[in-house]
T-cell receptor
Framework: DAGVTQSPTHLIKTRGQHVTLRCSPISGHKSVSWYQQVLGQGPQFIFQYYEKEERGRGNFPDRFSARQFPNYSSELNVNALLLGDSALYLC???????????FGAGTRLSVL | KNEVEQSPQNLTAQEGEFITINCSYSVGISALHWLQQHPGGGIVSLFMLSSGKKKHGRLIATINIQEKHSSLHITASHPRDSAVYICAVYNYGQNFVFGPGTRLSVLP
């Protein structure tokens, strides 16, 4: 059975551009969470979605948005990219918003 | 003061040693996760705890809700256990807060 899959694995963008990152949860999981991990630091929570509704939001600017689709996959969108947005973006899925989370391998975003 | 703290920050052990990593938190939680992150970024969920103790193979995790403290133990440590171990707390409807991580190196 496939784990959490994220695409793309690597991405290079320039300042001011926007980016869309994608996540497919483990089959049967209805909750998806997004995290940002800047090099050398621990992950920071961005969003959690459950049953297509936002259940939690971290301390990130409005340039960050996300959504969850009827098949429970999710997209993370970041507008007006800044150099500081360069990070590993991790997606995790869980059965519900209260269950153990399983992480994907992440998308490494570089903003030049 | 960070909401989630871990100790030690760095730990070097010899293969076979018993290892303990501690996590203390200052907020009310509904669950606590222990995560393992290998070089290159991959994160593996080890445990989710809301009370008591869980065991999986050589790993044991305990939590004391009253004392707001959790421990991760590794018995008979092995070089493949070398990774960063992260404690993360979750309060339903609020943020998922991560500790700073403990970098473990197990030497052969």
């Amino acid at each position: 059975d496939a784990g959490v899959t994220q695409s793309p694995t690597h991405l290079i963008k320039t300042r001011g551009q926007h980016v869309t990152l994608r996540c497919s949860p483990i089959s049967g999981h209805k909750s998806v969470s997004w995290y940002q991990q800047v090099l050398g630091q621990g992950p920071q929570f961005i969003f959690q979605y459950y049953e297509k509704e936002e259940r939690g939001r971290g301390n990130f600017p409005d340039r960050f948005s996300a959504r969850q689709f009827p098949n429970y996959s999710s997209e993370l969108n970041v507008n007006a990219l800044l150099l500081g947005d360069s990070a590993l973006y991790l997606c995790a899925s869980s059965l519900s918003d209260r269950d153990i989370q399983y992480f994907g391998a992440g998308t490494r975003l570089s903003v030049l | 003061k960070n909401e989630v703290e871990q100790s030690p920050q760095n730990l070097t052990a010899q293969e076979g040693e018993f290892i303990t990593i501690n996590c203390s938190y200052s907020v009310g939680i509904s669950a606590l996760h222990w995560l393992q992150q290998h070089p290159g970024g991959g994160i593996v969920s080890l445990f989710m705890l809301s009370s008591g103790k869980k065991k999986h193979g050589r790993l044991i995790a305990t939590i004391n809700i009253q004392e707001k403290h959790s421990s991760l133990h590794i018995t008979a440590s092995h070089p493949r256990d070398s990774a960063v171990y992260i404690c993360a707390v979750y309060n339903y409807g609020q943020n998922f807060v991560f500790g700073p991580g403990t970098r473990l190196s197990v030497l052969p």
